[in-house]
């Protein structure tokens, strides 16, 4: 039995992680405490943990591929995967709630820095169907450059205070992919001229094609 210097319970030493620099073995927080505690340490550095990391990941790269790339290494890591491979799926299912609601407090926060929780073009206010547009059409650009889509995009923004205003907006998903087939503006906005569509001239190219063929079917049968 240990006393925790935090909770002041007096808890087994399974409750507790191994520190072989301490004369007891373990440390002086229980594991809870403990986790506690990081999580919080976690939220106020979290940019300048991730810098340190970024560092040293850039310059032991090598160093680390080499590590990874070593047949025990390898073994180990299958044997690991094998061994815990239904404590994974026990995790997954008991913390998926917790994910889903995280990512979506972070898509609203994100959708209320760039107009709202609802669609610009057609009103729609079910979360579950909004996304987020780029005003130019040049999401894959975006998706190149930043290698960012979805919710790492909105942590992105966050992170960088929600830049580029004009260059982002909030639509549900038949406005955006209407785009797609109408010259890159939604078939809702009439007050733009939109000139003809993609997909009007693919209807006309299929119209054409069909007039075609029954036009040659005639000759055929008249021969």
């Given at each position: 039995?240990?006393?925790?210097?935090?909770?002041?319970?007096?808890?087994?030493?399974?409750?507790?992680?191994?520190?072989?620099?301490?004369?007891?073995?373990?440390?002086?927080?229980?594991?809870?405490?403990?986790?506690?505690?990081?999580?919080?340490?976690?939220?106020?550095?979290?940019?300048?943990?991730?810098?340190?990391?970024?560092?040293?990941?850039?310059?032991?790269?090598?160093?680390?591929?080499?590590?990874?790339?070593?047949?025990?290494?390898?073994?180990?890591?299958?044997?690991?995967?094998?061994?815990?491979?239904?404590?994974?799926?026990?995790?997954?299912?008991?913390?998926?709630?917790?994910?889903l609601l995280r990512r979506q407090e972070i898509k609203k926060e994100c959708f209320n820095a760039y107009g709202g929780?609802?669609?610009?073009?057609c009103g729609v206010e079910d979360l579950i169907f909004l996304t987020l547009d780029h005003v130019n059409n040049d999401?894959?650009?975006?998706?190149?450059?930043?290698?960012?889509?979805?919710?790492?995009?909105?942590?992105?923004?966050?992170?960088?205070?929600?830049?580029?205003?004009?260059?982002?907006?909030?639509?549900?998903?038949?406005?955006?992919?209407?785009?797609?087939?109408?010259?890159?503006?939604?078939?809702?906005?009439?007050?733009?001229?939109?000139?003809?569509?993609?997909?009007?001239?693919?209807?006309?190219?299929w119209n054409r094609e069909q007039i075609n063929k029954e036009k040659y079917l005639e000759t055929y049968q008249k021969?």
């Open positions: 039995m240990k006393k925790c210097s935090k909770c002041k319970k007096e808890l087994g030493l399974e409750n507790f992680y191994k520190d072989t620099t301490r004369k007891s073995g373990v440390y002086s927080r229980c594991k809870k405490c403990l986790r506690e505690y990081n999580k919080k340490y976690y939220l106020v550095k979290h940019d300048e943990i991730l810098k340190t990391q970024r560092k040293y990941n850039r310059i032991h790269r090598d160093q680390r591929k080499k590590y990874l790339n070593l047949p025990e290494v390898i073994l180990r890591r299958k044997k690991y995967n094998i061994n815990h491979k239904n404590d994974r799926i026990i995790y997954r299912f008991l913390h998926k709630k917790e994910e929780c609802f669609c610009s073009c999401g894959n650009i975006d998706r190149k450059t930043n290698r960012k889509a979805g919710t790492n995009l909105y942590i992105f923004l966050r992170k960088h205070q929600y830049p580029d205003k004009k260059r982002y907006q909030v639509l549900c998903m038949n406005c955006q992919f209407s785009k797609q087939y109408n010259n890159g503006i939604c078939p809702h906005r009439k007050d733009i001229d939109l000139g003809v569509s993609v997909y009007q001239k693919k209807f006309e190219i021969k």
